[in-house]
Nanobody, 127 residues
Framework: QVHLVESGGGLVQAGGSLTLSCEFSGYKFTSYAMAWFRQAPGKEREFVAV????????YYANSAKGRFTISRDNDKDTVYLQMHSLKPEDTAVYYC????????????????????WGQGTQVTVSS
């Protein structure tokens, strides 16, 4: 079974930074496009960022563009989300997701496009 585990969440002041990690196991990591989603209290789960198999292409939600960076280390079977200039509205549970059958990545990707999900890690940004 494919298994993903997020880590790195926590409490941070507005303007601060956090880096989230997602460790992958159960299949060939290099075959999977990987993404980050988040879900704030009372809100629907929303797309944050996605990265291609090779790591050469990435796309971001408008809310994340310029502040967040998605990356992957295929030798470590890990995907990262570097978050800078954090705002209170970034407070959410952050989930990593992956799928081996995505032909092309874009900002239009949504929950149904990904077959494997982690359990999430809480990020709280105080004002």
């Amino acid at each position: 079974q494919v298994h993903l585990v997020e880590s790195g969440g926590g409490l941070v002041q507005a303007g601060g930074s956090l880096t989230l990690s997602c460790e992958f196991s159960g299949y060939k990591f290099t075959s999977y496009a990987m993404a980050w989603f988040r879900q704030a209290p009372g809100k629907e789960r929303e797309f944050v960022a996605v990265i291609s198999w090779t790591g050469n292409n990435a796309y971001y939600a408008n809310s994340a563009k310029g502040r967040f960076t998605i990356s992957r280390d295929n030798d470590k079977d890990t995907v990262y989300l570097q978050m800078h200039s954090l705002k209170p509205e970034d407070t959410a549970v952050y989930y990593c997701a992956g799928d081996s059958n995505i032909v092309g990545i874009s900002t239009a990707l949504a929950e149904p496009d990904f077959g494997s999900w982690g359990q999430g890690t809480q990020v709280t940004v105080s004002s």
